[in-house]
């Protein structure tokens, strides 16, 4: 990657010792002494990072770190400030600045979170390379816009950078735990190895225990030759066991000998075998509960708990449901050749009403049934299941005077008014983070009266 900063300074002597100092350390530095001259150079040409002061003179920097942000929000913006003002700090950061150095400081502090900017740069174009030539996973399918599955997404990228720390996945069926797991693999150091997944309902104890370690020739009838495990295969990647409630004890003894020593002998076999793996389990079951009633090993059980990740079901996150809905939609009207565009409000009433018992699988299975079954431009209640428009029916009445469809548009109204709050007024970053095209977003605004310049983040 191209070491190439843009330094914003209007202190003459600053700006050329700064500029000076990380020439040295190889960096390719373009220095302004305005904001807008900085803005005009900051439009002709990309810059990776950009070290910004706080106070211009013909301008503020938290406006320019605004505009910028607005032009890529990729770039890795440091700003610096003879100020040291927490407010400005707290703002600046809030406005996607990377980090934050009150003056004075040494060059040698400015060099090093400069470095470290850089590295994450670094790491994010490896990530995205490895988006853009892995295939294509359900891991792309894991969508939400809820509080409860941003703070999944953010437990997910935390917990893929640790590459040996063994996760427990819980929720229940249907709500996408092997997509999580399929994201913390592919956002892992171990993005490159394999993936193996188990699932430890489809196999009775003994075939279970013969794929998980594998056998040597002559350890039960039908073993004519040596066999790897499936432990083995993952060597330097991810296990993945999903329904573990389902294990039998006797191999929960041998699974927790894996996850203390990461070693195991196959059927049959005397010779250790060592492996470098990562375990990812999930389960529908409460564990503790399970522990409690004698099937489930507790030793196990707290080995598995040392990162804990929940999904909530579907109707504890209902403002996810129509993106969802939509993004199945368009997978499968693109595969049947369909032009079904979107849901009429009443249809989007009653999906947002329905409870959801069979959770996201549930949704999809019934986005596939629409794309392949139904001939309409939109989808109305008509398209939709009976027991969809009987639950809607039985809750139409939802407060005194109100209706769920005006619940529904309050409802819409205020994860719109929170949407708008969280990216400061940004139309780009807030149709992103709904999962929605700009035009469609300003058509959503404009129906409630919603400005987004009103949302703009005050320094």
């Given at each position: ?25 190889g960096y390719e530095v373009a220095a302004c002494a305005t904001a807008g001259e900085a803005l005009e150079r900051y439009q002709q040409e990309s810059f990776p990072a950009v070290i910004l002061d706080l106070h211009l003179p013909d301008g503020d920097g ?398």
């Amino acid at each position: 990657m191209l070491r190439k900063v843009l330094l914003v300074e209007d202190e003459e002597n600053v700006r050329e010792l700064l500029a000076l100092a990380l020439r040295r350390q190889g960096y390719e530095v373009a220095a302004c002494a305005t904001a807008g001259e900085a803005l005009e150079r900051y439009q002709q040409e990309s810059f990776p990072a950009v070290i910004l002061d706080l106070h211009l003179p013909d301008g503020d920097g938290l406006e320019l770190l605004r505009r910028m942000r607005d032009l890529n929000e990729e770039a890795q913006v440091i700003l610096i400030t003879a100020y040291a003002e927490v407010r400005s700090a707290v703002q600046a950061m809030k406005l996607g600045a990377y980090d934050y150095l009150p003056k004075p400081f040494e060059a040698a502090e400015l060099e090093a979170v400069l470095d470290k900017a850089f590295h994450v740069l670094e790491m994010q174009a490896r990530l995205a390379w490895l988006e853009r030539t892995r295939p294509a996973s359900p891991a792309a399918e894991l969508i939400g816009v809820s509080a409860a599955m941003r703070e999944v997404f953010r437990l997910i990228h935390i917990v893929a950078a640790g590459a040996s720390s063994t996760v427990l996945i819980t929720g229940e069926s249907g709500t996408g735990k092997e997509l999580v797991a399929r994201a913390i693999h592919a956002h892992s150091p171990r993005a490159l190895g394999p993936l193996v997944t188990v699932n430890c309902t489809l196999l009775k104890a003994e075939f279970l225990e013969s794929e998980l370690f594998g056998h040597e020739r002559g350890a039960f009838t039908d073993a004519r030759e040596p066999r790897k495990g499936l432990l083995e295969v993952a060597d330097g990647g991810t296990v993945f066991l999903d329904e573990i409630g389902e294990m039998d004890l006797r191999l929960q003894a041998k699974l927790l000998r894996v996850l203390e020593e990461r070693s195991f002998r196959r059927l049959g076999g005397n010779r250790e075998i060592q492996v470098d793996i990562r375990v990812l389990a999930a389960t529908n079951k409460d564990l503790a509960a399970e522990v409690r009633a004698g099937r489930f090993r507790d030793d196990l059980y707290f080995r598995l708990q040392v990162i804990p990740l929940h999904i909530p079901p579907l109707r504890e996150r209902r403002e996810d449901i129509l993106p969802l809905a939509r993004h199945f939609l368009g997978l499968y009207t693109r595969e049947f050749g369909k032009a079904i565009c979107d849901f009429t409000p009443e249809a989007q009433a009653i999906l947002q009403g329905y409870p959801w018992p069979g959770n996201v699988r549930e949704l999809r299975n019934l986005m596939e049934r629409i794309a392949l079954l139904e001939r309409c431009d939109v989808v109305g209640p008509e398209n939709l299941p009976a027991e969809l428009a009987a639950e809607h029916k039985s809750g139409e009445a939802l407060a005194p005077g109100g209706t769920r469809a005006h619940a529904s548009a309050e409802f819409e109204r205020r994860y719109l008014e929170d949407l708008l709050q969280r990216n400061g007024g940004n139309i780009s970053r807030s149709a992103r983070e709904a999962g929605l095209r700009r035009t469609s977003l300003q058509r959503l605004l404009r129906r409630h009266g919603l400005q987004p310049d009103a949302y703009r983040s005050q320094p």
